[in-house]
């Protein structure tokens, strides 16, 4: 088979460990010079498919290409096409940044001063230069991920898997990383991100594909997203059942999709515009003992939530001792 | 025959960069050489002024029947450090980042396996060096000087392999040094590397005479022309050293180095 296609492209797709399935059915098309995000929770299978895409991992069912190499039966062509960073830094502790990077280039079997001016231009640009001659064992976390980041970029490589770059960052190192990552994507580069993240898919991605127990849930654009999963949420906490109850009657009326209760807590999407007081106030006018009300942007639970009709908790942070109940209540 | 002649270029300088990856790693971090620097150096000293004056080697002076047994001793602690290197790459995921580059797939193991040989080096060097500073010699020729570091080199290389097979095997790093104790303790003191087997109690005896270590001990003293404290009728492998010594490192290697590759292949496979 000639495969003419760049970029990256995936037909079912599958990879089984022992009994269970951590990808399955998976097709995806990222046309070169777009980005894909792969959003999920721990275990959805994100991780498993950038593994097999990045051929670290050989898929159990379907194909996949990659720059226009297939993934298992040219490996090392795709190889020289992408750069890959993952989850868990991948630098060395015991070598400076400017080494981690010179080993990479010199792996990727680029001319030595071509390694050596590279590595000096990316440490700049992730913002590490003064870092240049420091053991990376004393880097922060940040630190590691843009180091690791920039390691994946040496060879100027036309695809880029990254997996979770910004999982465990604060917010600031989050959005120096996001306008690092737009910038390269302006210059034509083909990426595929994971995130458990919406603002973060929202931010980076042309299309986005949800993916739940290693299947798709769901594909389209941010827009198209965000549409279907609404804008804003509120937020209300009471200690009765039946505050919450007597609050979504309350709240019905600014509803933008279905309210849910979970974990002592009413979750409404709210249609744009509403302001917090108007609900604080409907709260206090219907006689509702709640604790707190707060205002915050929709989150992965509420895609699941929107797309499945149940909640679907990260197994990252289990509730300890009680089930993950949620009940729908009609709005 | 060109392809294959670039294939191996490209795998050897794959394992250079990587070798050269360690040894940057001792650049950075100095200490990492004490175990094949002061280490051995300790124990020469310990074992020539502190022991040698209690320890008595028939037909010779303990300095000369001393450092044959030290050096095998060293090679054979010499696969705790590539045992924990490799452990460390392993837990630390830098080995993905390897595995996603256009290199050589063997480079990993073969740069590791560089590394280590010339950290062995540089302990050899050390130690005869050190040995001949207390008053050791090689009262032998130099052909035979030349073959007694050829062998310290092959059991070095066969134990190499071994302690990469360990690091390979084992979850931590720290789990390395746990084997090496368990296994290279006993075969490096219950041997005639620091005293005669000839003196051992039955039992004792018996292993340290068959163990592999003696063998090379008692080969690398007989190259040397150095003392090995004779018995009326030593069993095989002390009668024929040097072809018992290099049987068991072809037996050491010939099963770890396989068996090395296999778990790597193993590990990285997914």
Known sequence: MTVSHHGVHAEGLGKRYGDNWALADVDLDVPTGTVLGLLGHNGAGKTTAVRILSTLARPTTGTATVAGFDVVADPLAVRRSIGVAGQYASVDGLLTARANLELAGRLYHLPRDVVRRRAVELLGRVGLADKAGDLVKTFSGGMRRRLDLAASLMAEPPVLFLDEPTTGLDPQSRSDLWDLLREMVRDGGTLVLTTQYLDEADRLADDIMVLDEGRIAATGSPAELKRRVGGERIEVTAPEASDLEAASSALGGYADGPVSVDDGRLVIPIRTGTRLMEIVRSLDSAGVEATDVQRREPTLDDVFLTLTGSARRAPACPTEGREPDSEEIAA | ?270
């Open chain 2, 1 to 270: 025959m060109i392809a294959m002649t670039a294939r191996v270029r490209w795998e050897l300088s794959d394992s250079l960069v990587l070798a050269r990856r360690n040894l940057e790693h001792v650049r950075q971090i100095p200490e990492k050489l004490l175990d094949v620097t002061f280490q051995p150096l300790m124990f020469v000293l310990l074992f020539a002024f502190v022991f040698g004056g209690v320890i008595d080697v028939p037909g010779g002076n303990y300095h000369e029947y001393l450092l044959g047994g030290i050096l095998v001793q060293t090679l054979a602690f010499g696969m705790m450090g590539p045992g924990t290197a490799i452990a460390t790459d392993m837990q630390e995921g830098i080995v993905d980042r390897f595995r996603s580059l256009p290199m050589s797939r063997s480079a990993f193991v073969l740069g590791h396996l560089m590394a280590e040989m010339a950290a062995i080096t540089l302990a050899m060097v050390v130690l005869s060096v050190s040995g001949l500073i207390v008053g050791w010699r090689i009262e032998s020729d130099l052909p035979h000087a030349l073959a007694a570091y050829a062998l310290l080199f092959s059991f070095a290389f066969s134990m190499v392999w071994l302690g990469m097979l360990v690091g390979l095997t084992v979850r931590t790093p720290d789990a390395v040094m746990g084997v090496a104790f368990l296994v290279v303790f006993p075969l490096t003191f219950v041997s005639n590397a620091f005293v005669p087997a000839a003196g051992l109690p039955d039992g004792l005896r018996q292993f340290a005479e068959w163990n592999p270590v003696s063998a090379v001990v008692a080969a690398t003293r007989e190259l040397f022309g150095n003392p090995s404290a004779p018995t009326a009728s030593p069993p095989w492998p002390l009668e024929h050293p040097v072809i018992a010594a290099l049987g068991w490192c072809l037996v050491i290697a010939g099963i770890s180095a396989p068996l090395a590759i296999r778990r790597y292949r193993q590990r990285t496979v997914d």
